[in-house]
């Protein structure tokens, strides 16, 4: 008899709460909500070769990148999907230079959503998978509408951290602290349907090395090494994979193995990818599912922020691998 158990995500972060004695049902509504956003985005991404929505809108966002429409839409959609809930004190987004507190003419809440709108934008018009990546702190100071300090706190503090992945099928991911759980979108009901409970990073021997290899001329000595390391390992049996989607990346690693590699070099010393609302969230899923997440020297989520769009060099997966990348850096 097959399990016909069908569970929902709203099913799940429900009973989740129940598990977590004083929850208030803010922190759920949250999830329900991003899960609502996610629904939005993973409908305009399927129908984006069809409708206007492809390409870029002509102007560069903080990062110094061409803003994609996708990545503006995304925005937007997350933006106004929990504005008005009441449950956020203020939002920082990959797309907005500063930190945004809700506006007066909506309640004030105790959280701060840190997101990538739209990560793997470089990908949107080639049919590539594309996500968006989420983290939920709670504030820490006495200001109503939140503050920088709210804003810049350690990965070990975050509530809650995951992404949507916008795949072959759109799947969102995420944890509380309680496990790795993942749910695919069926499109045909509107529902995000349990799939991957209690997601475990695979023990060793790990597959895949995933790492932009046409900046290995910028790379430092110990990385060079470790990257030749990974390939004469076990007599060659890594396979390298490089989607450049860091949420597509990061999901094969998840369920396959093998570490993700996006390190500083000679050029950006502190690498292309952002603390807050990248590295951070998936480094919180990382360690929730057995693995780890490195900026090379030391855990991602015991960084302490000092700029909203700081970047990290990242090394994540399977424990292992992780290790011994830090291993190798440690000479340089
Ligand atoms: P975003 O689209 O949010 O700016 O993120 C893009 C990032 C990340 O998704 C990916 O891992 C990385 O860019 C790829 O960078 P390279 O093209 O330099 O490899
Ligand atoms: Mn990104
Ligand atoms: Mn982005």
């Known amino acids: ?41 993973s409908r305009q991404v399927n129908m984006a070769g069809l409708v206007d929505i492809l390409g870029r809108v002509g102007h560069r966002n903080v990062q110094g990148e061409p803003v994609q429409k996708l990545d503006v839409f ?4 997350i933006y106004r999907a929990m504005d008005h809930t009441g449950h956020l004190c203020c939002m920082v987004s990959e797309e907005l230079e500063d930190w945004v507190p809700i506006p007066e003419k909506f309640p004030a809440g105790e959280y701060i959503l ?30 109503e509408r939140g503050s920088l300090e709210d804003c810049l706190q350690p990965g070990r503090r975050q509530l809650a951290a995951g992404y949507v992945v916008y795949g072959s099928s759109t799947m969102l991911v995420y944890t509380t602290g309680r ?14 349907i349990l799939s991957h409970e209690d997601i475990r990073i695979p023990q060793p021997p790990s597959r895949y090395y995933s790492v932009n290899e ?17 390939k004469r390992s076990r007599g ?9 989607s860091l ?18 070099d000679q050029k950006h010393p502190s690498g292309k990818l952002r603390l807050l609302y990248e590295a951070s969230p998936l480094a919180f899923i990382a360690e929730e599912a057995g693995g780890r997440a ?30 011994r990348a830090e291993e190798f850096l440690a000479n340089d």
Do not use: C
Request: aromatic share 8%; glycine share 10%.
């Open 1 to 41: 008899m097959t399990d016909t158990h069908i569970v929902t995500i709203d099913r799940h972060i429900i009973d989740e709460e129940r598990n977590r004695p004083g929850a208030s049902g803010a922190f759920s509504n949250l999830l329900t909500d991003i899960a609502l956003a996610a629904k939005v985005i």
């Open 74 to 77: 995304a925005q937007d959609v």
């Open 114 to 143: 840190l997101f990538d709108p739209l990560d793997g934008s470089s990908n949107i018009d080639v049919n590539v998978s594309i996500g968006t990546i989420f983290s939920l702190q709670r504030k820490v100071t006495e200001h």
């Open 179 to 192: 496990g790795v759980h993942g749910f695919t979108l069926d499109p045909s009901i509107g529902e995000f």
């Open 214 to 230: 046409a900046y290995a001329s910028r790379w430092s000595p110990g990385m060079q090494r470790l990257v030749e390391d990974l």
């Open 236 to 244: 060659g049996e890594f396979s390298s994979r490089y989607i450049g």
């Open 247 to 264: 949420v597509a990346d990061f999901h094969r690693t998840l369920l396959r193995g093998g570490i993700f590699m996006y390190p500083g």
């Open 294 to 323: 490195s900026d090379g020297t030391g855990d991602i989520l015991d960084i302490q922020p000092t700029e909203l769009h700081q970047r990290t060099p990242l090394f994540i997966g399977s424990t292992d691998l992780v290790d």
